[in-house]
């Protein structure tokens, strides 16, 4: 039988529904007692969920048994604006603090380390217990040789990572398809994050995006990373007319085998999960599809 698109969604989010009404009618201490137990941490990226003011995200994302949020501080369309973090970064973790959850991933635009705000921003973030920082995305100019350009990316991220170490906190660099991305076929970044501990800059390993660019030896990639590895990060993918497009969840094309592989492995750090199928959806919508791939994930990591 084949199934498109909109009703594999109908579907996750029909069952999306479900589960957050049982979670909802289950006592406080009784989904206490469950969530102690388990064995990885997940948090919520909250691109899409902006339009909820922090109470309400706060509410949504502890209703739905995430440890904390993955929250966007960047120039444009973001949670936190990265001028204002020293005001804003405290009053979004008060607000979570109430609700359990804390904010395990700040993402950023930061590239360099003498960017504006970037210092500030930071050090309010390490002030909150705040550990991790995603870095933006560096770039290729494909009109010039490859490999100059990532030779001179090397005293950049030795500048970013001396700041870490002093603030006391670790980027983390996604990898993210492309051919003009830094990071796209991981070796590259290998090479940029390899002589650092993760305590200071590691990969928040994507396989989404790394199944994109790996195709079967995707396995490599996780192998060349998992040294670096920082937290992971949770979504699907399917090919239209030569172009990747994101799915729900365990409707793609990301092999079942890389589960079983994170389960049989040491991974201690942080596991965020990403909707970015329904860009044009509200942030309801977005709830419920967060939920959804939470729920497939948890099937998928812990049974």
Same mark, same amino acid.
């Given at each position: 039988m084949t199934l498109s698109l909109t009703s594999i969604n109908r579907r996750q989010f029909a069952l999306g529904a479900l589960a957050a009404a049982a979670a909802v009618t289950l006592p406080t201490r009784v989904l206490a007692a469950s969530e102690s137990k388990r064995r990885y941490k997940y948090c919520a990226?909250?691109?899409?969920l902006g339009a909820y003011d922090y109470?309400?995200?706060?509410?949504?994302i502890a209703a739905a048994g995430f440890d904390g949020i993955e929250v966007t501080a960047r120039k444009k369309d973001s949670y936190i604006h990265p001028e204002r973090a020293a005001d804003e970064l405290p009053a979004l973790n008060e607000v979570?603090?109430?609700?359990?959850l804390e904010i395990t991933i700040l993402t950023t635009?930061?590239?360099r380390a003498d960017e504006p705000h970037a210092e500030s921003m930071l050090r309010a973030a390490k002030s909150l217990g705040v550990k991790r920082y995603r870095l933006g995305f560096y770039t290729y100019d494909l009109n010039q040789p490859i490999v100059p350009q990532l030779m001179d990316l090397r005293p950049v991220v030795h500048d970013v990572v001396a700041m870490n170490r002093e603030i006391g906190i670790a980027a983390l660099y996604q990898n993210h398809c492309g051919a003009k991305n830094v990071g796209a076929t991981l070796?590259?970044?290998h090479s940029l994050i390899k002589e650092y501990p993760i305590s200071e800059i590691s990969c928040v390993f994507d396989i989404r995006h790394a199944s994109v660019e790996?195709?079967?030896?995707?396995?490599?990639?996780?192998?060349?990373?998992?040294?670096? #590895? $920082? %937290?992971?990060s949770m979504k699907d993918y399917h090919w239209v007319d030569r172009k990747s497009q994101h799915?729900? #969840? $365990? %409707?793609?094309?990301?092999?079942p085998k890389f589960f079983k592989m994170v389960r049989g492995s040491d991974f201690a750090g942080p596991i965020s999960v990403h909707v970015e199928y329904l860009p044009n959806g509200d942030a309801a919508a977005n709830l419920a599809?967060?939920?959804?791939?939470?729920a497939t994930l948890r099937g998928l990591l812990e049974t």
């Open positions: 990226f909250t691109k899409f109470e309400k995200l706060a509410t949504e979570l603090a109430k609700h359990g635009d930061v590239l070796w590259d970044l790996g195709g079967e030896a995707w396995p490599v990639y996780y192998d060349l990373m998992k040294p670096h #590895l $920082g %937290a992971l799915l729900p #969840l $365990g %409707a793609g094309q990301v092999d599809a967060l939920k959804t791939d939470f």
